[in-house]
């Protein structure tokens, strides 16, 4: 039903996707045009959904504290130049709106304070109906099939379990930060 009601997530889910494919080894890493084109695929992941950055910084913050630390450094102008669309997006926002992120954003947040809001996590327990509950099984065991081939494998730990933190980590931080 996602990709009927005009949700920006059809277009995160495949990017962060491809994100994850790419950066699966860290060969990226080895050349300036890898970092590049890593810093590109993330600058598109932000722009889909900007609060999706929250994975990368996962990632990168995890990469900062492995062996990979000397080596992302070494890239890591590379992968901002990758991020210039970011950059200019939020740059385009501060000249027009005076804000570095957009209107909606400033719409959305306008409670003065964080406070926890259960509806985030109430909307995964809604009732689902036959033929969502018929997708619902299926996804639930791909992820752990996913996630129990990430523990055997540990091809990359770090993105492995970046991605294992991620959901549970967004619903908390949408859960406090969005009044909506």
């Known amino acids: 039903s996602m990709d009927r009601t005009g949700m920006e997530v059809i277009l995160t889910v495949p990017l962060l996707l491809a994100f994850v494919v790419f950066a699966d080894g860290e060969e990226y890493l080895q050349t300036p045009r890898g970092a590049l084109g890593a810093g590109f695929l993330a600058a598109l992941v932000i722009l889909s959904r900007l609060d999706a950055v929250l994975m990368l910084v996962l990632y990168c913050g995890g990469l900062l504290l492995s062996r990979r630390r000397v080596l992302l450094l070494r890239r890591f102008p590379w992968i901002l130049l990758g991020l210039t669309p970011v950059f200019v997006y939020a740059g385009s926002n501060l000249w027009f709106f005076g804000s570095l992120g957009p209107v909606s954003s400033s719409a959305k947040?306008?409670?003065?304070?964080?406070?926890?809001?259960?509806?985030?996590?109430?909307?995964?327990?809604?009732?689902?109906?036959?033929?969502?509950?018929?997708?619902?099984?299926?996804?639930?065991?791909?992820?752990?099939?996913?996630?129990?081939?990430?523990?055997?494998?540990?091809?990359?730990?770090?993105?492995?379990?970046?991605?294992?933190?991620?959901?549970?980590?967004?619903?908390?931080?949408l859960s406090v930060s969005s009044d909506w």
């Open 109 to 173: 947040h306008l409670e003065p304070h964080y406070a926890f809001s259960a509806q985030t996590l109430e909307s995964m327990f809604y009732p689902l109906g036959l033929v969502a509950m018929a997708f619902l099984i299926p996804a639930i065991v791909i992820i752990l099939a996913g996630a129990a081939y990430g523990v055997a494998r540990r091809n990359n730990s770090v993105l492995f379990w970046t991605a294992l933190i991620f959901s549970p980590l967004y619903l908390l931080v």
